[in-house]
């Protein structure tokens, strides 16, 4: 039995493979395959359904969130850093209400996410 790790996907997997027949030249078979423990961002909560949704403009890091979640805010105020290309991004409340954040600070984002809900 040989144990291998492998990534595919950035998922990192281990796999235990045996060798069938000895000198035989067939194609080993895997026995085992399970996901090998990773430590990852909480999941995003469930966006609330009443409520302005604040959208990434594009792929990035969230470094920072200015404002606590259910606090209030106002049209136009700073609610988080977005980080992309090693520029910081002040992404603000596109309407006043009570934010509401889809995202935790470290986490990774895409273009179009969700990163808040202003209700």
Same mark, same amino acid.
């Given at each position: 039995?040989?144990? $291998? %790790? %492998?990534?595919?996907? #950035?998922?990192?997997?281990?796999? @235990?493979?045996?060798?069938?027949?000895? #000198?035989?030249?067939?194609? /080993?078979?895997?026995?085992?395959?399970?996901?090998? /423990?990773?430590?990852?961002?909480?999941?995003?909560?469930? !966006?609330?359904?009443? =409520?302005?949704?604040?959208? *990434?403009? $594009? &792929? =990035?890091? %969230?470094?920072?969130?200015?404002?606590?979640?259910?606090?209030?805010?106002?049209?136009?105020q700073p609610i988080?850093?977005?980080? !992309?290309?090693?520029?910081?991004?002040? %992404?603000?409340? &596109?309407?006043? =209400?009570v934010v509401s $954040?889809?995202?935790?600070? #470290?986490?990774?984002? @895409? *273009?179009?996410?969700?990163? !808040?809900?202003?209700?």
């Open positions: 039995m040989r144990k $291998f %790790i %492998i990534t595919l996907n #950035g998922k990192t997997y281990e796999a @235990e493979v045996e060798e069938v027949g000895v #000198g035989a030249a067939t194609t /080993p078979v895997v026995t085992t395959v399970q996901a090998a /423990p990773q430590t990852s961002a909480p999941a995003p909560k469930k !966006a609330v359904a009443n =409520g302005e949704k604040v959208l *990434s403009p $594009f &792929p =990035g890091l %969230i470094k920072n969130l200015l404002v606590a979640d259910g606090a209030t805010v106002k049209k136009d988080l850093v977005l980080e !992309a290309m090693k520029m910081d991004n002040d %992404i603000t409340a &596109p309407c006043d =209400g $954040f889809q995202v935790a600070k #470290g986490a990774n984002v @895409e *273009s179009d996410a969700v990163l !808040a809900v202003i209700g």
